[in-house]
């Protein structure tokens, strides 16, 4: 069972794309299997060079092999252009990148009618649009774009474009999937948003247009449940939200605006600023329960308030304040006493180990349980 799925827990923003970039230095490929370029996955490596990923797999940064699904969604300009600024960092990804020619296409009309984003607040990146025409059954493919046939409704030199750098790249992505499988290698499959944005199990109207949570890990790659090893469910201490919907324990100003600062909170995909608000621990269960998590990987422990205590909502719905923690307890999460109180407390409401704490935005600012 070699694959491990990294999905998150709330809106998005977690910290998947540095879990999954930290995973996939130990693993042979990285496998986005939902959403588009509505994700922005940060990768910090250990040089210091930040990528923010929005359609390839985090894995790619750090040397894996990558597959965008065919769950996924794809703006193929901004892939060219994600393609080319990655390279300028980790050199050719020729050979090592598939791009699944049933991944559906975001066409300009998607773009022109997610423009306002609508009653939802999107990243109006054309993103529900793609998603409804593949559901209509009208949708244009990857497949599609290097293949032959005419394609209405895509500009034929960005066509010329695509035809020129991917035509190795799109491919069935199941049997190359199947056959590192089959061959023991491990496979990260890295979800994007988070499980309040599932099309199903998240808040509508105020989701996403896929599925975020397990199921699309299977669907959107042609997996089995049986493929499955461990499912990693990533929460930061604090939650974020961007876009429409009402953010339940919104944090008051002062202490938003200090997390905000601290955590870097701007969307690495659209540059909007987060709002923020305490971890609900009665949530983080539903979403363990929901996905079947094996491990919870707790991130951002490096962010904190100095002078007051973080808050979260414990099992009750009552608010608890969190044992204080310092700087020094915070780059060495395991060794201290009040990041363990808080591991503890995360562990008997979630009724699931945690796993890992991320103590630090690089790569290797990870410490597994
Ligand atoms: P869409 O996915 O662009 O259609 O946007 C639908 C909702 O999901 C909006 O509230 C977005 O802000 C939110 N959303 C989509 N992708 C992300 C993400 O990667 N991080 C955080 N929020 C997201
Ligand atoms: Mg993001």
């Known amino acids: 069972m070699p694959v491990d799925v990294v999905v998150g827990a709330h809106w998005g923003d977690e910290g998947k794309g540095k879990i999954a970039a930290a995973l996939s230095t130990d693993a042979h490929a990285c496998a986005r299997f939902q959403g588009g370029p509505n994700a922005g996955h940060t990768v910090v490596l250990p040089t210091g060079a930040t990528l923010v990923l929005r359609s390839l797999p985090s894995g ?20 060219l252009d994600e393609i080319s600024t990655v390279e300028a960092v980790t050199g050719s990804l020729e050979g090592r990148l598939v791009v699944s020619s049933r991944a559906h296409v975001i066409t300009d009309e998607h773009l022109a009618t997610d423009r306002g984003g609508g009653a939802v607040g999107s990243t109006r990146m054309g993103v529900g649009p793609a998603y409804a025409a593949k559901m209509q059954r009208s949708g244009v493919r990857m497949g599609d774009l290097v293949g032959p046939g005419e394609v209405p ?8 474009r695509v035809k020129e750098r991917l035509s190795d790249a799109v491919q069935d992505e199941r049997p ?12 990260v499959a890295e979800g994007a948003q988070g499980a309040r944005l599932d099309i199903d199990h998240g808040d509508y109207p105020f989701v996403t247009s896929s599925n975020t949570t397990v199921g699309a890990a299977l669907t959107g790659l042609g997996l089995g449940p049986r493929d499955i090893d461990r499912v990693l469910l990533v929460t ?3 939650v974020t939200k961007v876009g429409g919907g009402t953010l339940p324990h919104r944090l008051s100003r002062v202490p938003e605006r200090l997390l905000r600062q601290r955590g870097n909170e701007v ?16 949530w983080l269960r539903a979403a363990a329960v929901l996905n079947q998590a094996t491990g919870i990987i707790l991130t951002k422990v490096d962010v904190f308030l100095d002078d007051h205590p973080l808050e979260v909502v414990g099992p009750d719905g009552d608010v608890v304040c969190l044992p204080w923690w310092t700087e020094q307890d915070a780059a060495a999460p395991l060794n201290s006493g009040p990041i363990r109180r808080f591991v503890a407390l995360v562990e008997q409401a979630v009724g699931a180990p945690v796993v890992a704490v991320s103590h630090g935005p690089a790569v290797g600012d990870l410490a597994w349980t």
Not at 66 to 75: A, D, R
Not at 153 to 160: E, F, T
Not at 271 to 278: I, L, T
């Open 60 to 79: 790619l940064a750090v040397g894996s092999a990558g597959v965008i699904g065919g769950g996924c969604v794809v703006n193929p300009a901004m892939l």
């Open 153 to 160: 409704g895509v500009d034929p030199s960005l066509r010329a």
């Open 176 to 187: 190359v999937i199947r056959g590192w499988i089959d061959a023991g290698l491990r496979v």
């Open 236 to 238: 930061p201490t604090y």
């Open 267 to 282: 969307d690495g995909a659209t540059g909007s600023v987060r709002d923020v608000a305490r971890l609900d621990l009665r």
